[in-house]
C-alpha cells in the first residue's frame, strides 16, 4: 500500500526557509514520477515541482514559473524521502503543501495518483 507522510511545515517570515519531507512506503520513490503541489485558501491545488527518474539513472524536474529559482526537490533514495528545500519565501507562498506520487515511472499517465495529507506552510511579510 502507498502511504505519503509530509512533514517540515511551519511559519517564517518573508525571505526565510524551510525544507518539507515526504517519507514513501509501499513502494521506491526512484521507480514513480513524484512531486510536490499547494493549495492556498480560496484556490486550486497547483502543481509546484515534480521529479522523474529515467530507466537509465538521470533524472529530470519541472518547476512551476512561480518557484523556479527558489524551490529544489530532490530525494533520498536509500531513506525513500523526497524533499523540497524552500528559500526566500513570500507570503504568496502560503499554502497547504501536499506531496504525490504516480501510478508509473513517466509523468505523463497515472500522476499524480497518491497523495500524502499536507503541511501548512505560512510566510508573514
Known amino acids: 500500500q502507498v502511504q505519503l507522510v509530509e512533514s517540515g511545515g511551519g511559519s517564517v517570515q518573508a525571505g526565510g526557509s524551510l525544507r518539507l519531507s515526504c517519507a514513501a512506503s509501499?513502494?521506491?520513490?526512484?521507480?514513480?514520477?513524484m512531486g510536490w503541489f499547494r493549495q492556498a485558501p480560496g484556490k486550486e491545488r497547483e502543481a509546484v515541482v515534480r521529479?522523474?527518474?529515467?530507466?537509465?539513472?538521470?533524472?529530470?524536474?519541472n518547476y512551476a514559473d512561480s518557484v523556479q529559482g527558489r524551490f529544489t526537490i530532490s530525494q533520498d533514495i536509500q531513506k525513500n524521502t523526497l524533499y523540497l528545500q524552500m528559500n526566500s519565501l513570500t507570503p504568496e507562498d502560503t499554502a497547504m503543501y501536499y506531496c504525490?506520487?504516480?501510478?508509473?515511472?513517466?509523468?505523463?499517465?497515472?500522476?499524480?495518483?497518491?497523495w500524502g495529507q499536507g503541511t501548512q506552510v505560512a510566510v508573514s511579510s
Open positions: 521529479i522523474y527518474s529515467s530507466y537509465t539513472g538521470g533524472t529530470s524536474t
Open positions: 509501499g513502494y521506491s520513490i526512484s521507480t514513480r514520477c
Open positions: 504525490a506520487a504516480g501510478a508509473f515511472r513517466g509523468c505523463s499517465v497515472g500522476y499524480p495518483n497518491y
